[in-house]
């Protein structure tokens, strides 16, 4: 059974920084693409970042450029999001995703093949 498992939520400030990390297991992950997204109350769940099956090529959605960086540790089958700068906007439910596909740059929810249950991160002001 394929799982992914998010760590690394919780509550900061305003400006402060967090590490998530995504466990994945049941198979292994080191030659698919990989994603975060998140989901606020209330709104669609949204594309934050994507990175290829090498870790060569990310991608991130303009709102967070800057701030999040995405990174991957193939032999432990984990994927990262590091988010600094951190701002109230960003609370939201955070997930990791994962493809069948070893290429493109997925930033859509329907690109995705598996997901995981998410954490929570809460930022105040």
């Known amino acids: 059974q394929v799982q992914l498992v998010e760590s690394g939520g919780g509550e900061v400030q305003a400006g402060g920084s967090l590490r998530l990390s995504c466990a994945a297991s049941?198979?292994?992950?080191?030659?698919?693409?990989m994603g975060w997204f998140r989901q606020a109350p209330g709104k669609e769940r949204e594309f934050i970042a994507t990175?290829?099956?090498?870790?060569?090529?990310?991608y991130y959605a303009d709102f967070v450029k800057g701030r999040f960086t995405i990174s991957r540790d193939n032999a432990k089958n984990t994927v990262y999001l590091q988010m600094n700068s951190l701002k109230p906007d960003d609370t939201a439910v955070y997930y990791c995703?994962?493809?069948?596909?070893?290429?493109?740059?997925?930033?859509?929810?329907?690109?995705?093949?598996?997901w995981g249950q998410g954490t929570q991160v809460t930022v105040s002001s």
């Open positions: 995703a994962a493809t069948d596909l070893d290429y493109g740059l997925g930033q859509e929810v329907g690109e995705y093949d598996y």
């Open positions: 049941g198979r292994t992950f080191s030659k698919n693409v």
């Open positions: 990175i290829t099956w090498s870790g060569s090529t990310t």
